[in-house]
């Protein structure tokens, strides 16, 4: 399958600066200046191992927009992640984010200080949809090849001033909304970041969330097979750049056996199988594991459930009902980009 004329909204990544106050769009990597990003990779002083800079980990959550509460649920789900101090993780994937879930992510002075953000720019990928998928990268891990931008991040943009060390990836050539045939207008958000170690390479950062029910899992056989050949595709304007492979992670809604066979049909790797075993159930939906972290040309290392608590939602009559932050658990998965 051809991906190259596929629809694509092109849109960025956004750090916050203290002096401004606003969240600003950043460059990413231009695919014309090669030589000034090598210039600028082998200036940087790194002083951790190969094996450490490559290491990653993501979180992804569906969290839930229909349910009552949704901005006080998503702050739960957000603290949940983001209160685990250094070991909060390096790639956020979050779906279901409505409008106003959007702004209190934005205002968040933890996500000001320590991530780069999708989508901060306007709200063109909330416009005629219930909910969207957002994508944080963590400024620690992720920078970008403008020279002044660096310096900005080297000095701490971010609102709480943390430094960044021990970035090992670099943003770009893309960051893009990819329309899917799609019976609920889903697309696909994906951000391309390249190893400092080797800048004519890059890998792809998918978030999804596939077609919900049923009657959709034909629409779902289709977005699968467009997402694999992304992580397969050349890069723009180049004749030799090719992604090298990337990751694939959100609500794949899988609730068929039929979907259950599209990674393997698609030669992608499903981490919780390939840590786990097929029977093993990770998200309490019985055989069926509706959200999914899979991945090509990386090697998953963990993977884990993260549940969802409680939050109290008041009734008339003074009674209160318990319901969990999301109907869906989060997965956290550590991986390795392959020697």
């Known amino acids: 399958m051809v991906t190259t004329n596929l629809n694509r909204l092109w849109r960025t990544l956004s750090a916050f600066n203290r002096s ?3 969240w600003e769009p950043i460059p990413c990597r231009n695919s014309q200046s090669q030589e000034t990003q ?9 002083d951790t191992s190969w094996t450490q800079q490559r290491l990653l980990s993501l979180v992804s959550w569906n969290i839930d ?10 702050k739960l789900i957000y603290n949940h992640i983001l209160d685990e101090g250094p070991n909060s993780p390096d790639i956020i994937f979050l779906q279901e984010v409505t409008s106003d879930v959007r702004t209190s992510l934005l205002d968040d002075a933890r996500v000001r200080a ?5 989508d901060a720019e306007d709200q063109t990928s909330f416009e005629d949809v ?16 403008d020279l002044d931008s660096q310096k900005d991040c080297d000095e701490g943009v971010g609102e709480g001033g943390r430094g960044r060390g021990g970035n090992f990836f670099m943003v770009g050539p893309a960051v ?12 696909a958000l994906y951000v391309d970041i390249v190893p400092t170690t080797a800048p004519d390479t890059y890998f792809r950062l998918i978030n999804v969330h596939l077609d919900s029910l049923w009657d959709a899992q034909s629409f779902r056989a289709q977005q699968m097979e467009i997402l694999a050949n992304v992580l397969r595709e050349p890069e723009p304007e180049s004749e030799s750049g ?3 492979g990337g990751i694939i992670a959100g609500d794949f809604n899988a609730i068929s056996p039929e979907d259950d066979e599209l990674v393997d049909k698609n030669e992608l790797v499903d981490a919780w199988v390939a840590l786990h075993g097929r029977g093993a159930d990770s998200d309490g939906a019985g055989p069926r594991r509706l959200d999914k972290v899979v991945m090509m040309g990386l090697k998953a290392k963990e993977i884990k459930v993260l549940r969802p608590g409680l939050i109290d939602v008041p009734k008339p009559g003074g009674i209160s009902l318990n319901i969990p ?15």
């Open 38 to 46: 090598r210039l600028s990779l082998t200036s940087r002083n790194i």
């Open 20 to 22: 401004t106050r606003r």
């Open 325 to 339: 932050w999301s109907d869906h658990s989060g997965l956290r998965c550590t991986f390795t980009i392959k020697d």
């Open 130 to 145: 219930p909910f969207a998928t957002m994508t944080l990268l963590s400024n620690s891990r992720f920078f970008t090849s």
């Open 114 to 118: 320590a991530f780069l953000v999708t």
């Open 65 to 74: 927009a229909f349910s009552p509460r949704p901005v006080s649920r998503a």
């Open 242 to 244: 090719r992604c090298s």
């Open 176 to 187: 893009s909304r990819l329309t899917l045939p799609s019976k609920y207008k889903r697309d």
